[in-house]
C-alpha cells in the first residue's frame, strides 16, 4: 500500500508542475490551460487520498525538503530557512481535504469555463496562477515553519490579487485589487508582528518551539499574542469590521477562482486561528478571548447577510454571505476557546461539539458556496450582467444550473435536509450548551448571539428566495436572458456533483462527525463523535436530557408523506389542467414590467432595519404641464456602509495627508533615493550595531 | 423494543397524523365561526373549510404559462412539510414515535423550507401580487422566525433539552407564572397570530393588496392545488396552537401509553385547542389590522420578550441543559 505521505507530495508536485508546464505552453495557450486544470485535478484527486487517512487517525507526517539542509550547508547565508518543512497532522489535513474536495470540481468546471476568457486575456496565465493559488493554499495550512507560512501566506496573497486583477480592463476589477492587497497587508503586517513576538520568546521560528514557550508567556505577551492574531487573520477572515475588502474582490476574480476564495482562501484564516488559540497557546486560553472573537462573529452573522440581502450584483451579493458564514463559523470557533479556557473535562466535551459545529460548518460552507459561485459564474457566462435586476427566467432556459443554484440556496438557508442545516443545528446546540458556564457576562452574550445568529439565519432564507427567485423565475427581464443556453456539460457535472454533496453532507452527519473527530480530540483534548453517533443516521448532542437530530430519517419523512399530498390531491380531482396567461391587471399583455424586483423585494427589511442600513435616498421629480403631471421620476438609493464612512474614509484621508508630507523629500533622482538608502543604513549601523 | 411496542408506536403515529390532518379544517372552521358570532352573523358552520376542500379538489386547476416546476411542486411539498411535522410533535401524549429525528429547531427549519418555496413560487407566476406577497412574507419571517426560536429556547433551557418530547414531559412540574415564562408565552403568542397570518398582523379573509401577505403569494394557485395550500394553512393553525397549549400551556398530557390516560390527555388537548381557537378569533375581532410597517414593531416586541426571557433563564437557571 502506498502511504498517505506519498500521495501528499504527489499532490503538491502536480500543482507544481501545473504551473511550470502551463507556464512553458504559454504559446499555446488552449492546451496550456487544459493540461494545467487537468494536473490540478489530478493533484486534487491525491490530495483527498492524502488527508482522508489522517482524519481517520492515521499518525500525522512531516516532510522536509531535503536539498534545503545541502544547501545551507554551501551558502550559511539561507541558514534561516533550513528549517522549512511540512507537516500534515489532523488540522492540516481537514483542511487539506477541504481544499482538495473543491479543487477537484473547480477543475472540471474550469473546462468549460474557458470560453469566457479565451477571447479575452491570456488564458495560459489562469491556468498557471491557479496552480499556483491552490499550491500555496495547501503549503499555508501545513507549514511548521512560522517563516515559511508568511513566504506561502504572501505567495498566496499576491497571487489571489493578480486573480483578483485578471479582468484588469474594468476599472472596477483594479479598484477592487487594490483594496483588496492593501487590507491583506494591513493583516499580514499583524501576523507579522504576531511571529515575531513569539520568535522574541522562543528564539526559534520553529512552530516546535512556539508550542514549548506558549505555557510561560508573559501576560502582556499573550494580551497582544491575541490582539494581533485576532485583527491578522481576521482581516482575512472578512471578519467585520475588517471585511470591507471581501464583497469587492470575490466577485471581481473569474467565477471557479470566486468559489474557490470563498469556498478555502478565507477559510485559511480559520485555520491560523485554530493554530494558534488550540494548538500553540491552548494551555492558557483566556476566557475573554473567546468572548471578543463570539462577539465580532454574531456581528458578522448578521450584518454579512444584512447587505447581502439589499445586494443586486449576484456575485457581490454571495460575497456578503460569504461574510455571514465565516462569522457563523467562527462562533462554533470562539464558543469553543471559552469551553475550553475553564480546562475540565467536562468543558473539553463542550469545547469538542462547538468545534466539530465550527469545523462542520466550514466544510459545509465550502461546498454550498462554491455551488453558488459556479451557478453565478454559469449565469454571467451565458447572460454577461451580474445584475439580478437584469436576469429572470432563467429556469426554463439553464434547467440544470437552476437546479444547482436552488439546493445551493436551500443549503445556505440551513434548510433540511441539506447540509446547511445540520451545522447550524450544531451552532445553536453549542449555544444552548454555553448555559453551563459559570460566568455572568458569557451568560449574557450566548443569548445575545444565539439571537443574533437566529436573525441571521432568517434573514439568509430571504437573500436566497430573492436572489434565486428574481435571476431564475418569472420572465427575463432584459435582452441579457434572451440568448441563454445551458452552459457546458463538464460545468453542468461541477455544480451537479457539488449540490449532491450538499445533500450527502446533510443526511449522513455522523460520518462527517466521525471524520472531524481527530482534528477536535487532537486540539480541545476530547473525543465527541462516541457521544454524538447514538446509530449511524442519528446524531446527538449531549445537553442535560439528550436530543437528536436524523436528517435522513427528515428526509425519508418527507418522501413517505408525500404519496398522502399526492392521494390527497388526486383523490376527487378530474386532473385537469389548463395553462393560461396571468393575469396582468387588466392590460393586454403580461410584461417582465410589471414583476417584482430585487430592489423591491428587500425594500421591506431595508425599511425594518433601516437604523443600520442608513440608506440615501433621492428623488427627482420632473414636471410637464402641472405638478399633479409627472414626466419623469429617478429613484436614487445608495447604502452606505458605516464602516468605510466612518472609520476607512478617515485613516485613509489622514494616510493620504502623511504621504503628501513625504513626498517632499521624493525628487525622483536615482542619485537622492541612493543618498537616502546609505544614509540610512549609516543610521542603523550606529544605533543598532 | 417488542413487536407490541413497534406496534404501538406505529399507532401512536399513525393516529397523530391521521388526527392533525382531519382536525385542521375543524379549527379554521370553529375560528371562523367564532368571529361571525362576535360580528353578530350567523356565519357559515364550522364545517365549510371540509366543503371548501372537497370543491377546490374538484375544481380544474389553471395555472399560469410563466411558471415553472416550482409552482406545481410547492403544494405538494408544503403540504408534505406539515405532514412531516405531524409526526414530530406532541399532541396528545408526550411520546412522540419520531421524535428522536427532529427537535424543536428542525420544526421551525422545516416551516422555513415551506416558506421557501411558498415565497418562490409567488415569484413564479411574474406578477406583481406574487411578488409583492412574497417580499412581505420573507420580510416579516426575518423576525417572525428568530422570535420563535428565542420562546423556544427558553422552555428548552429549562427542560434541558430541544427536544419537544422532553420539553412537554417536563413542563407539567413547571411555574407558569414564573416571570421568564411569560414573557416568552406572551411572544410566542405574538407570534402564533403573525405565523397563521391573523389580524392584526394579515388577514387570511381579503384580497386587498394594501394589507395582503399570505394570500398575496398564493394569489394564483387554484384547484386543488388551492386545497393542498388551504388545508396546509389550517395544518399550520393547528400546529401553531398545539405548541402553544402543550409547551406554554401544559399539563394533563398523557406521559404513558394507557389508554385511560390518553382518552383523557386527548379530551384535555381538544379543550384547550378550541379555548386557545376562541382566543385567536378574539383578538381578531377586538384589533384593527396594522399598518404593514407598523406590523415589524409588534414583531420586535415579541423578538425582545422572548430575548429577555431566554437571557433571564440563562442568569437564573433552569433544570439546566448541563451535561452532567
Known amino acids: 500500500m502506498i502511504d498517505a505521505q506519498f500521495f501528499f507530495g504527489l499532490s503538491l508536485f502536480l500543482y507544481l508542475a501545473g504551473a511550470v508546464l502551463g507556464a512553458l505552453w504559454c504559446l499555446r495557450p488552449r492546451r496550456s490551460y487544459y493540461v494545467s486544470h487537468l494536473l490540478a485535478l489530478a493533484a486534487g484527486i491525491s490530495g483527498i487520498t492524502s488527508s482522508v487517512p489522517v482524519l481517520l487517525g492515521q499518525s500525522p507526517y512531516h516532510i522536509t525538503i531535503p536539498w534545503l539542509t545541502a544547501l545551507s550547508n554551501v551558502a550559511p547565508s539561507i541558514k534561516l530557512f533550513e528549517n522549512f518543512s511540512l507537516q500534515v497532522d489532523a488540522l492540516s489535513a481537514f483542511f487539506v481535504f477541504v481544499i482538495s474536495l473543491l479543487v477537484v470540481p473547480v477543475s472540471i468546471y474550469a473546462f468549460g469555463y474557458l470560453r469566457e476568457y479565451e477571447h479575452k486575456q491570456s488564458v495560459a496565465l489562469l491556468g498557471v496562477l491557479y496552480n499556483l493559488f491552490i499550491l500555496s493554499m495547501v503549503l499555508v495550512v501545513t507549514a511548521n515553519n512560522a517563516l515559511f507560512f508568511l513566504i506561502v501566506w504572501e505567495v498566496m496573497s499576491v497571487v489571489s490579487y493578480f486573480l483578483v486583477t485578471f479582468d484588469h480592463e474594468k476599472t472596477e476589477n483594479t479598484q477592487a485589487g487594490f483594496l483588496y492587497i492593501v487590507m491583506t497587508h494591513v493583516g499580514t503586517a499583524f501576523i507579522v508582528l504576531f511571529f515575531l513576538i513569539f520568535y522574541q520568546q522562543a528564539g526559534s521560528f520553529d512552530f516546535e518551539a512556539f508550542r514549548k514557550v506558549a505555557a510561560n508567556l508573559p501576560d502582556l505577551a499573550k494580551t497582544l499574542l491575541f490582539v494581533f492574531a485576532l485583527i491578522g487573520f481576521g482581516t482575512k477572515a472578512g471578519l467585520v469590521p475588517l471585511h470591507i475588502w471581501l464583497p469587492y474582490a470575490h466577485p471581481a476574480a473569474p467565477s471557479h477562482i470566486s468559489a474557490l476564495m470563498s469556498g478555502v482562501m478565507i477559510k485559511t484564516a480559520v485555520y491560523g486561528m485554530l493554530r494558534i488559540f488550540f494548538d500553540f497557546l491552548k494551555p492558557d486560553l483566556v476566557w475573554w478571548w473567546g468572548l471578543v472573537l463570539l462577539g465580532l462573529a454574531s456581528l458578522s452573522a448578521i450584518l454579512g447577510i444584512l447587505y447581502a440581502v439589499t445586494e443586486k450584483d449576484l456575485k457581490k451579493l454571495l460575497a456578503y454571505s460569504s461574510v455571514e458564514n465565516m462569522g457563523i463559523i467562527l462562533i462554533g470557533v470562539s464558543l469553543a476557546m471559552i469551553f475550553s479556557s475553564y480546562q475540565t473535562s467536562t468543558f473539553a466535551i463542550l469545547a469538542a461539539v462547538a468545534l466539530i459545529a465550527g469545523l462542520y460548518h466550514l466544510l459545509n460552507h465550502a461546498v454550498f458556496k462554491s455551488v453558488l459561485f459556479l451557478g453565478a459564474g454559469a449565469v454571467v457566462s451565458q447572460t454577461h450582467t451580474r445584475n439580478i435586476e437584469a436576469l429572470g427566467g432563467l429556469i426554463k432556459k439553464m434547467p440544470w444550473t437552476a437546479a444547482c443554484f436552488l439546493i445551493g440556496s436551500i443549503a445556505i438557508s440551513a434548510l433540511p435536509p441539506f447540509n446547511g442545516f445540520i451545522s447550524e443545528w450544531l451552532t445553536f446546540q453549542a449555544l444552548l450548551l454555553g448555559f453551563n458556564v459559570p460566568d455572568l457576562i458569557v451568560k449574557i452574550i450566548v443569548p445575545l448571539s444565539a439571537a443574533l445568529l437566529a436573525l441571521g439565519a432568517a434573514l439568509a432564507t430571504a437573500c436566497f428566495v430573492k436572489a434565486f427567485g428574481v435571476s431564475f423565475l418569472a420572465l427575463p427581464r432584459s435582452e441579457h436572458v434572451q440568448t441563454a443556453q445551458e452552459v457546458s456539460s463538464s460545468m453542468k457535472w461541477a455544480m451537479g456533483s457539488l449540490a449532491a454533496l450538499c445533500l450527502v453532507l446533510g443526511i449522513l452527519p455522523t460520518a462527517v462527525v466521525r471524520l472531524l473527530d481527530g482534528v477536535t480530540g487532537a486540539l480541545v483534548g476530547a473525543s465527541a463523535a462516541a457521544s454524538m453517533g447514538v446509530n449511524p443516521l442519528t446524531l446527538a448532542v449531549p445537553s442535560a436530557k439528550i436530543v437528536t437530530v436524523a436528517p435522513l430519517g427528515l428526509a425519508l419523512i418527507l418522501l413517505i408523506v408525500i404519496p398522502v399530498a399526492l392521494g390527497v390531491a388526486y383523490m376527487a380531482g378530474e386532473l385537469r389542467t389548463r395553462r393560461a396567461q396571468t393575469w396582468g391587471c387588466g392590460l393586454p399583455k403580461l410584461s417582465p414590467r410589471m414583476e417584482y424586483t430585487a430592489t423591491g423585494f428587500s425594500k421591506p427589511i431595508q425599511l425594518i432595519f433601516k437604523s443600520i442600513y442608513q440608506p440615501r435616498k433621492e428623488i427627482e421629480i420632473e414636471t410637464d404641464v402641472s405638478s399633479y403631471v409627472h414626466k419623469r421620476i429617478r429613484y436614487e438609493l445608495q447604502i452606505e456602509s458605516p464602516f468605510e464612512k466612518y472609520f476607512y474614509q478617515p485613516v485613509s484621508a489622514f494616510v493620504l495627508k502623511i504621504s503628501a508630507i513625504v513626498r517632499r523629500i521624493q525628487t525622483g533622482s536615482i542619485n537622492t533615493y541612493l543618498a537616502y538608502i546609505f544614509i540610512a543604513l549609516v543610521i542603523l549601523l550606529l544605533l543598532v550595531r | ?324
Open chain 2, 1 to 324: 423494543m417488542n413487536f407490541a411496542e413497534i406496534g404501538l408506536n406505529v399507532l401512536v403515529a399513525l393516529s397523530q397524523l391521521i388526527l392533525f390532518l382531519l382536525l385542521a379544517p375543524l379549527v379554521t372552521g370553529w375560528v371562523r365561526k367564532v368571529k361571525a358570532f362576535m360580528q353578530n352573523r350567523s356565519g357559515p358552520g364550522v364545517w365549510q373549510p371540509y366543503f371548501d376542500l372537497v370543491k377546490l379538489l374538484r375544481k380544474e386547476v389553471v395555472v399560469s404559462q410563466t411558471t415553472s416546476w416550482i409552482f406545481t411542486f410547492t403544494p405538494y411539498l408544503v403540504f408534505t412539510v406539515m405532514l412531516a411535522i405531524g409526526l414530530l410533535i406532541p399532541f396528545y401524549t408526550s411520546l412522540v414515535p419520531l421524535g428522536f429525528i427532529g427537535d424543536a429547531i428542525a420544526v421551525i427549519y422545516l416551516l422555513a423550507l415551506a416558506r421557501f418555496f411558498t415565497a418562490l413560487a409567488g415569484l413564479d407566476a411574474a406578477s406583481a401580487f406574487g411578488g409583492l406577497g412574497s417580499s412581505r412574507e420573507m420580510s416579516l419571517a426575518a423576525i417572525i422566525e428568530p422570535a420563535m426560536m428565542l420562546a423556544i429556547f427558553t422552555v428548552a433551557v429549562r427542560a434541558g433539552s430541544t427536544s419537544l418530547s422532553t420539553i412537554v414531559q417536563h413542563s407539567g412540574a413547571w411555574d407558569l407564572l414564573a416571570p421568564p415564562h411569560l414573557l416568552a408565552s406572551i411572544g410566542f403568542f405574538i407570534i402564533v397570530i403573525a405565523e397563521t397570518g391573523r389580524i392584526p398582523v394579515d388577514n387570511p379573509a381579503t384580497h386587498l393588496e394594501l394589507t395582503m401577505i399570505h394570500e398575496a403569494m398564493i394569489l394564483e394557485y387554484s384547484g386543488r392545488y388551492l386545497a393542498l395550500i388551504e388545508w396546509a394553512s389550517s395544518m399550520k393553525l393547528l400546529l401553531f396552537l398545539t405548541l402553544l397549549a402543550n409547551i406554554f400551556l401544559p399539563g394533563g398530557i398523557a406521559t404513558q401509553l394507557t389508554f385511560g390516560s390518553i382518552a383523557i390527555s386527548l379530551g384535555i388537548f381538544l379543550l384547550k385547542v378550541l379555548v386557545l381557537a376562541t382566543l385567536v378569533a378574539l383578538v381578531e375581532c377586538s384589533a384593527a389590522k396594522l399598518r404593514l410597517f407598523r406590523v415589524p414593531d409588534l414583531l420586535a416586541a415579541s423578538f425582545v420578550l422572548s430575548l429577555l426571557a431566554l437571557v433571564l433563564y440563562f442568569l437564573l437557571g433552569g433544570a439546566g441543559h448541563a451535561i452532567l
